[in-house]
């Protein structure tokens, strides 16, 4: 027996004062509603209904435990209320963890958009270049560059963001302009990127045509955070290599200048990630199809 399918159908019977109007209501034959009140009836030993041929009368047991029954019923009503409310008005907090460039240049910029089209929900944003684990960090998502390493997570594809090698005009004016990315390994300074992981510093990599060219280089200063990496360069200390979104605005402004164009690797693929035997909640899946729409103009 399905029982509280059962105490939905008593309670109807109660508030209909008839098992045919009842049936109506809930559009269940009348034999089914029924079979429940007597099933429902030798499963609690007592008799909450007392039926003639022209009425259904409530028993006094029957109406205490309608009486304490109801309770639980609307309860659920309004629990499944605010469930149903959630799939179209999402609330609550996300835990969401991003790398330094992408959560400057990309995320915060369009979230008075996304506050815009969900209120109600909180984001609590962590920003670092780091590889936090989902689980120990109670993450619900996050962005990740490149390939993901991980069995365990599940992932969504984002989109590529080219490449870009630029450096200050103050720079230019000292070192001169790099015509070959193996001019960064002897004339130039380039300022290197050690993984937030490992401390090992990051190869740039160049490529024009099928020639691929992986450079260390050397320089006074190396980081291990992208928005620092991108202030080195407009400091002027030396030669980056990193992605378009991040430079271009300054690109735009003079604060940076592009070289090496043509020697531009294949673009670098982002992506959501998140447990995959981690029940999402509708506001974790709106947010990430907004990354989905939102990463799908990224260049």
């Not at 019923?73 to 179209?88: K, P, T, V, W, Y």
């Not at 790398?99 to 920003?127: K, M």
């Not at 109670?138 to 490449?163: K, M, P, T």
């Amino acid at each position: 027996m399905n029982q509280l399918l059962a105490i939905r159908v008593f309670a109807r019977v109660v508030e209909a004062g008839s098992f045919v109007k009842a049936a109506d209501s809930l559009e269940m034959p009348k034999a089914t509603v029924s079979k429940l009140i007597q099933d429902l009836e030798g499963f609690l030993r007592v008799r909450l209904l007392q039926r003639t041929t022209r009425s259904v009368t409530v028993t006094l047991d029957g109406a205490k435990y309608y009486e304490q029954t109801a309770r639980i019923i609307r309860d659920l009503e309004e629990i499944d209320a605010g469930f149903q409310s959630a799939l179209f008005n999402p609330r609550g907090k996300i835990h969401v963890n991003v790398g330094g460039s992408v959560a400057t240049a990309l995320i915060i910029p369009a979230l008075p958009e996304f506050f815009a089209r969900f209120p109600d929900i909180e984001i609590e944003l962590g920003v670092s270049d780091r590889h936090v684990d989902l689980i120990s960090d109670n993450v619900d998502c996050v962005i990740r560059g490149g390939a993901i390493q991980e069995q365990s997570l599940a992932a969504r594809f984002l989109g590529q963001a080219s490449w870009t090698t630029c450096a200050s005009p103050a720079y230019l004016q000292r070192f001169g302009t790099p015509g070959h990315p193996w001019d960064l390994e002897h004339e130039h300074r380039i300022i290197s990127y050690h993984s937030a992981r490992t401390s090992r510093v990051v190869p740039a990599v160049f490529q024009c045509g099928d020639e691929k060219i992986e450079v260390i280089g050397k320089g006074v200063l190396s980081v291990n955070e992208s928005n620092a990496h991108i202030a080195a360069g407009l400091a002027g200390l030396g030669v980056i290599h990193t992605f378009n979104y991040a430079v271009q605005p300054f690109i735009e402004t003079g604060a940076l200048v592009p070289v090496l164009q043509d020697w531009r690797p294949a673009p670098y693929p982002f992506h959501v990630a998140y447990p995959p035997n981690r029940n999402l909640s509708n506001r974790v899946r709106v947010f990430i199809d907004w990354l989905v729409e939102h990463f799908s103009t990224l260049t």
